[in-house]
């Protein structure tokens, strides 16, 4: 089984529309983040946490919320989804602060019509 | 200017050559870079860590980083079809773990 499992894997929505986008990992990590992948432009740190009751802003935080139900599941939102938010969209954990290595899951393509 | 700058490719080589794959970075307080490696349809999955400047070799890769030029490298030996992925190239400072990505390299080895 999957380490770090992402729910939707595809989803088109339409303009307006509230969406949910959610991570479940079992490698026991405290820290998680969400990146939105667009071609040209890389990964791009949308959120991270790292303890449920720790939650920061990255990059481009707007139009995004997220929420940390449990060490295992992170949660990202787009209250009022637009055409700019589609895109590719990663959930990854790690654990201790000197360990640099992130593992990602396998991704959602979010479609906003 | 990004902070990261990396050719987006495609590069393409035949099976066997010897493959480099490059960033540049503008951010002098990067003390952490990583390798990442993406196959189409997947999350990216590290491959090389350094830390400062110098060498590491796992295996066919070889990591290089020059803090003074502001420049790392990653090195393919005797490359393989399945080889074939984007490379994404990641730093950070110390005391921070936000990581700044390139925006990859795609890769493509022919048999």
């Known amino acids: 089984d999957a380490d770090v499992t992402q729910t939707p894997r595809n989803r088109i929505t339409k303009t307006g529309k509230r969406i949910m986008l959610e991570c479940s990992q079992t490698?026991?990590?405290?820290?998680m983040y969400w990146y939105r992948q667009d071609p040209g432009l890389g990964l791009q740190l949308i959120y991270y946490?790292?303890?449920?009751?720790?939650?920061n802003k990255g990059e481009i935080s707007d139009g995004y919320s997220v929420s940390r139900q449990a060490q295992a599941k992170f949660s990202l939102s787009l209250e009022s989804a637009i055409p700019n938010q589609t895109a590719l969209y990663f959930c990854?954990?790690?654990?201790?602060?000197?360990?640099?290595?992130?593992?990602f899951g396998p991704g959602t393509r979010l479609t906003v019509l | 200017q990004k902070e990261v700058e990396q050719d987006p490719g495609p590069l393409s080589v035949p099976e066997g050559a010897i493959v480099s794959l490059n960033c540049t970075y503008s951010?002098?307080?990067?003390?952490?870079f990583m390798w990442y490696r993406q196959y189409s349809r997947k999350g990216p999955e590290l491959l090389m860590y350094?830390?400062?400047?110098g060498n590491k070799e796992d295996g066919r890769f070889t990591a290089q980083v020059d803090k003074s030029s502001k420049y790392i490298s990653l090195f393919i030996r005797d490359s393989q079809p399945s080889d074939s992925a984007t490379y994404l190239c990641?730093?950070?400072?110390?005391?921070?773990?936000?990581?700044?990505f390139g925006t990859g390299t795609r890769l493509k080895v022919l048999a």
């Open positions: 990854a954990t790690s654990d201790s602060p000197g360990n640099n290595e992130q593992f």
């Open positions: 490698k026991g990590h405290d820290r």
């Open positions: 946490s790292f303890d449920v009751k720790d939650i």
């Open positions: 951010n002098s307080a990067f003390q952490y």
């Open positions: 350094t830390y400062s400047s």
């Open positions: 990641a730093m950070r400072g110390s005391g921070t773990y936000k990581y700044i």
